[in-house]
């Protein structure tokens, strides 16, 4: 692998994207079909590509959402649908486009409140939660985001009604459709002028942020966060969860300083990543750069990718994690604090994530559940409990969702990075290290802190709640061989 001499360092001028010319090209690109590079093609999650090479334009976007339509109707879908974008310069567009051909087709459409950015999590959160205890009127959604990509890219993505990225089957179904009508010259596709579909009494308001933030506290226990008195830093990355963050930390009371807001889609505050392209990773040292020179200001850092469903940890002694590091101790953990779980509850892990994890699960005594990289191949086994955690190690990042099955009920999808580290710092005391029998130990580790969650049925609410849990052993030690 050949290391650009750009490599972590400031994004000079002459590589930042022409937002201007990126923008008119997705208006009047018209993709060939007979070009397969030009085709729709859902990937590991979405449609993705820029429209300079006519592999995101707006003909995608028609065909696309046409095909989300007559997907919906074909499955009886008829619930509102959540319609979400990130920051990338692409996003604007295609949201546009999209409310165009949704508005047309008669869809409950819900919006952000003051077009805001909208990440990947939040839009699970509204599905799920709005489908809960539902077998009609199901609700789904489109995230549009091609996630850590470059700039000049696009990404659009849909959500059936189990709330995560849709499965093979479903995406092979709208990809299907949406190349016959772009052979068709987008003859079946409805659409409507942007202004009309705003005004559309199928158009409405939706306020994500407040919904999230509020729910935030019922899945993560920000009483204990709140009293470990850690001086948080996070970095959005110019991201979806840019106007997020301030809010978790006014309304949660926690000691969280967001280190930039800027939103500016060239993303010409990022550090270069390795092979010289601007890419939101937020686990590659080269990419972050700026936040892991802020290590020492914080006693804990993190940053999101552009939608917000990747993370990265910085701490003052290691700088940036390894991801590996940060699925095994999760694992490690989880697996001995949920008693509720089922015994047969497996590990989810995809192929290129480290074998540590499949040694962490052989000592556990669970089955590992091992797949091809995306997170969708997780989410089935989630639903029904058959799985008890689910993350991957993707390009360097690390994301995971747990869903707990308790008395028969599901507890909802949240994504908020959290590793709590020693209170060795400004003077407080250590944590102890846990007893053998609980953990994976070497010398050359450092201890980790984890999150301590005690789940318990709420019965008035009919939600999950959880209530924190001390432990005399809440740390873990992982090993510090290289990845696999």
Not at 112 to 129: E, F, M, N
Not at 263 to 277: A, C, I, L, N, S
Request: aromatic fraction near 8%; glycine fraction near 8%; charged fraction near 20%.
């Amino acid at each position: 692998m050949k290391i650009s001499p750009l490599a972590g360092k400031p994004a000079p001028l002459g590589i930042l994207v022409d937002v201007s010319r990126l923008i008119t090209a997705y208006y009047i690109g018209v993709p060939d079909p007979t070009v397969p590079a030009q085709r729709v093609a859902f990937g590991t999650s979405g449609h993705r590509g820029s429209s300079f090479n006519l592999a995101f334009n707006e003909w995608h976007i028609l065909a696309i959402t046409q095909a989300i339509c007559f997907y919906r109707k074909e499955n009886g879908i008829d619930g509102p649908l959540f319609l979400g974008m990130d920051t990338h310069a692409l996003s604007v567009p295609a949201c546009a486009t999209a409310l165009e051909v949704l508005a047309a087709n008669d869809i409950e459409v819900m919006l952000a409140k003051g077009d805001d950015y909208t990440p990947t999590p939040v839009i699970s959160h509204a599905i799920l939660t709005r489908n809960r205890g539902r077998k009609n009127g199901l609700a789904d959604g489109i995230v549009i985001t091609p996630s850590h990509n470059p700039p000049h890219d696009g990404g659009f993505k849909y959500n059936p009604p189990n709330g995560g990225p849709a499965g093979n089957v479903v995406t092979g179904w709208i990809q299907a459709k949406a190349n016959e009508l772009l052979e068709a010259r987008l003859v079946g596709v409805k659409r409507i002028p942007h202004a009309r579909a705003l005004r559309a009494s199928t158009t409405h308001r939706h306020d994500y942020i407040t919904a999230y933030v509020n729910d935030l506290g019922n899945v993560v226990d920000m009483d204990i966060i709140r009293g470990e008195k850690l001086h948080l830093g996070v970095d959005p990355l110019g991201g979806a969860g840019v106007h997020y963050w301030a809010r978790i930390a006014e309304q949660h009371e926690l000691d969280l300083t967001v280190v930039d807001e800027t939103v500016d889609p060239t993303f010409r505050f990022m550090t270069v990543d390795w092979d010289g392209q601007i890419r939101m990773d937020p686990s590659s040292s080269y990419a972050m750069q700026r936040l892991i020179k802020m290590k020492d200001r914080f006693d804990l850092s993190f940053a999101c990718d552009t939608d917000h469903d990747r993370h990265g940890i910085v701490t003052p002694t290691e700088g940036l994690l390894p991801p590996n590091h940060d699925l095994c101790v999760a694992i490690s953990y989880l697996f001995q604090n949920r008693p509720r779980w089922s015994e047969s509850a497996a590990v989810g892990k995809t192929i290129v994530s480290s074998q540590m994890i499949d040694r962490i699960t052989a000592k556990l005594g669970r089955k590992l559940f091992e797949v091809p990289v995306g997170f969708k191949w997780f989410v089935d086994g989630l639903l029904d409990g058959s799985l008890g955690f689910g993350g991957e190690e993707s390009a360097g990042s690390v994301f995971f969702f747990v869903w707990m099955g308790v008395f028969g009920q599901r507890i909802r999808t949240v994504l908020f990075p959290v590793c709590l580290p020693p209170r060795s710092r400004r003077g407080r005391a250590t944590i102890p290290p846990p007893s053998t029998a609980n953990s994976v130990t070497s010398s050359a580790s450092r201890p980790t802190a984890g999150l301590m969650l005690q789940p318990h049925p709420n019965k008035e609410s009919g939600w999950l709640n959880f209530q924190h849990r001390r432990s005399n052993s809440p740390v873990w030690r992982v090993k510090k061989s290289p990845p696999s």
